[in-house]
């Protein structure tokens, strides 16, 4: 075989060769774009011969065998002789086709003689099911890519693409209009490449301006700065256009700033003479016709345009060398991301254990950063409001509060009797229990959105977002009425006299739990609305913990499925104890021994004696205060039986429900949701822990941690990819 780094031109810069040899021996070209030359034009241009002058391969004549699918061919540098052949499938091939087109290879050929070149392309074109244009059936063209890479001791690198050449009609039986847009889809893909040297191949005796492919390079090289046209066929050109074509040359029209270059390929007959020198052929020619023997040395025959070349791929590296090692480090930064994100290799049984209990712990340790409100000490807490679960908690116990205090009774107790108890409140609900600017801005944030949406308050009593895995434990409430604003009395005399016994000027005591349980009746959708937003606010707090953790789907996935079952049986747990508490409150014994109940009844009692005397009262100057007579007071106070009875009962009623709804919110905060749910030792969030690891099963172990094929693929590549993106990058400093 003939060498050819010897035939071609230099590359100016021997630093900038070693270089460029480097990243091609990396096999950065995979991965980013680098300067090459890319061959295009019309079907029957001449670009195949140009291709063939260029590079010195013997490419077949056969019209069977043109150009129907993109062909690479790089010329490195290597210790050894040696020329390999293989194709690269396309991104849109199936799995077996790549493993097929993958595993052909032609290696170890030391000379590409033209018998052998088109026996290889015969071959290839059966492989990629393409077919000459007598073969019905079978594609015309292939966006699979033959890769012909030639290696040589004195080699310079050189990598040119041939494309197939685009057409403006098709043939019946041949070509079809997908396969035209198929080829100018496929030529346009590598022309968009920034660092291309574009040699628009053109036949000289044709109209300049019928040249579809000057005007796609025009529209993808814009600056013209990496466009060079190559004329052809100047033996066809007619007397009369041959001045058109010296003002191409010229620079007089159509200019390219890469100028222009005339080219005289070989016929069919000088091909067959053995003893043909393409090269003696050519300068002869451009000698000795006119008026091509007055164009400058410098535009006419492939050894020019092979000098020029290699000037123009000198430049364009030096230009393009700061932007090659941006991408470089783009891509680098990338490859490790996507291999950070794989996470640690988990093949063997130790690995997948070690993997399973560093995430356990990292798990356990933000989840103790999350309970204790110290959000700064992880970044993941900047980005997910689900993820501050101590804020969450507390704003959801402070709306249960303000709910139970604001819709908790059936009936609002009477006005008369509302007055300070013994711990400062008011009577009625309490404005430090309404929800202030600052909460409803915490349950408003975007990223909180699905945890706690905008409350209505006395509409609804869930806040939270809904769980599918969830939605048969988790309770759905009616919506709570409000308390009737007035009727207490009534109401409480009615229940009364539908109650009332034998009893002589007083009740029994059998009366007190049966109004307790019809003034609490709201309650119960008020509890267990509560007891399942805690559920889903530790829910959603486990599974995006564990994703913050562990960004493999797949093994997030299998964590959950693992844990589902544990953490089922611990809201259930939760729910049971809520429901406990809400019997116990409401069905069982009224009963207190809170010293503020007695406090608080006198209290009301005094306040009702208070308000009746009070415009009765006379000032005494002598005893410096009010007093009322008692006659005055027996004229007053002349209430009826049933209006005692029903004014005890309402203080009796309205004492105790300041002590047990306090009582109550307490215990289903502490016990059913901070004990059960969040801080208790067998909480949710305590499950995924290294204990737990340590007592999963080895079938466990590989359903959840274990690694695929396909990732264990992409972990391989990626490792690859990224020791060869950093001795290209170092080929760079």
Not at 352 to 381: D, V
Not at 719 to 727: A, G
Request: aromatic share 6%; with cysteine; hydrophobic share 35%.
């Amino acid at each position: 075989m003939a060498n050819h780094s010897k035939d071609r031109g230099k590359l100016a810069d021997p630093k900038l060769l070693e270089v460029i040899d480097k990243l091609f021996e990396y096999n950065i070209g995979e991965y980013v774009a680098l300067p090459q030359l890319l061959v295009v034009g019309d079907q029957s241009s001449g670009k195949s011969s140009v291709l063939e002058g260029l590079t010195k391969l013997p490419f077949p004549r056969d019209s069977g065998l043109c150009t129907r699918f993109a062909t690479q061919i790089t010329f490195r540098r290597a210790p050894t002789t040696k020329i390999a052949v293989s194709i690269i499938p396309s991104a849109n091939a199936t799995k077996e086709v790549a493993e097929k087109l993958r595993a052909w290879k032609k290696e170890g050929i030391k000379k590409l003689e033209r018998e052998v070149f088109a026996s290889i392309l015969n071959e290839v074109h059966e492989l990629m099911g393409v077919g000459k244009p007598s073969e019905p059936g079978k594609r015309t063209f292939s966006d699979d890519v033959l890769r012909i890479e030639i290696c040589d001791p004195d080699q310079e690198h050189l990598s040119v693409i041939d494309v197939p050449g685009i057409f403006r009609r098709v043939t019946e039986g041949v070509t079809t209009q997908s396969d035209k847009a198929m080829v100018r889809d496929m030529v346009t893909s590598y022309m968009q490449n920034p660092r291309s040297i574009i040699l628009a191949v053109i036949p000289a005796n044709v109209d300049i301006a019928t040249q579809e492919i000057l005007d796609m390079a025009e529209e993808l090289d814009k600056k013209g700065q990496r466009t060079l046209g190559v004329l052809t066929k100047p033996d066809l050109v007619d007397k009369s256009s041959e001045s058109n074509v010296i003002d191409l040359l010229q620079g007089r029209s159509h200019k390219l700033n890469l100028g222009w270059a005339i080219v005289r390929n070989p016929g069919q007959e000088e091909l067959a003479n053995a003893s043909f020198d393409r090269n003696f052929a050519e300068l002869n020619f451009f000698k000795t016709r006119n008026p091509w023997a007055k164009l400058g040395k410098d535009k006419v025959g492939i050894e020019s345009l092979q000098t020029r070349l290699g000037e123009i791929l000198a430049e364009t590296v030096r230009r393009e060398f700061p932007h090659v090692k941006a991408d470089i480090n783009k891509k680098l930064k990338d490859c490790k991301y996507q291999l950070d994100s794989l996470g640690p290799s988990r093949e063997t049984k130790d690995q997948q254990h070690k993997f399973l209990l560093e995430l356990a712990t990292q798990f356990q340790n933000l989840t103790s950063l999350a309970l204790k409100a110290h959000y700064g000490g992880s970044p993941i807490f900047e980005n997910s409001q689900s993820l501050k679960l101590a804020t969450l908690i507390v704003s959801r116990n402070e709306l249960f509060s303000r709910d139970v205090a604001m819709r908790g009774h059936v009936m609002t107790f009477g006005k008369e009797a509302e007055a300070k108890d013994s711990e400062g409140e008011e009577a009625s609900a309490p404005e430090n229990e309404k929800m202030d600017s600052t909460q409803m801005d915490l349950l408003n944030l975007d990223d909180a959105s699905r945890i706690l949406s905008n409350p209505q308050p006395r509409t609804a009593n869930r806040y939270t977002t809904e769980h599918e895995d969830l939605d048969e434990l988790l309770y759905h409430p009616a919506k709570v009425v409000e308390p009737k604003s007035s009727g207490i009395m009534e109401w409480l005399e009615g229940i009364y006299k539908s109650s009332r016994g034998f009893e002589l000027g007083t009740y029994d005591c059998s009366i007190v739990p049966i109004i307790w349980k019809k003034q609490s009746a709201h309650w119960d959708d008020l509890a267990l609305s509560y007891i399942s937003d805690v559920i889903c606010i530790v829910h959603r707090f486990h599974s995006d913990l564990i994703r913050s953790c562990c960004r493999d789907e797949r093994v997030v996935a299998g964590i959950n499925s693992v844990l589902s079952d544990h953490l089922i049986k611990r809201y259930s747990r939760a729910i049971d104890h809520v429901k406990f508490v809400l019997y116990t409150e409401r069905n069982g014994t009224p009963i207190t021994a809170n010293h503020y109940f007695a406090n608080n009844l006198e209290k009301c009692r005094q306040l009702r004696v208070q308000k009746g005397m009070k415009n009765k009262a006379v000032w005494s100057p002598q005893q410096s205060a009010q007093l009322v007579s008692l006659d005055v007071v027996m004229q007053t106070y002349h209430a009826s039986n049933l209006d005692h009875i029903v004014q005890d009962l309402h203080d009796i009623l309205q004492s105790y429900y300041k002590v047990a709804r306090k009582r109550f919110v307490d215990n289903c905060c502490m016990q059913g949701a901070d004990y059960h749910l969040v801080t208790g030792p067998d909480a949710p969030v305590r499950v995924f822990s290294p204990a737990f690891v340590a007592d999963l099963s080895s079938e466990q172990l590989e359903t959840i941690a274990g690694e695929d094929v396909a990732t264990r693929r992409k972990r391989a590549a990626l490792k690859y990819e990224i020791e060869n993106l950093e001795k290209g990058k170092k080929a760079l400093v």
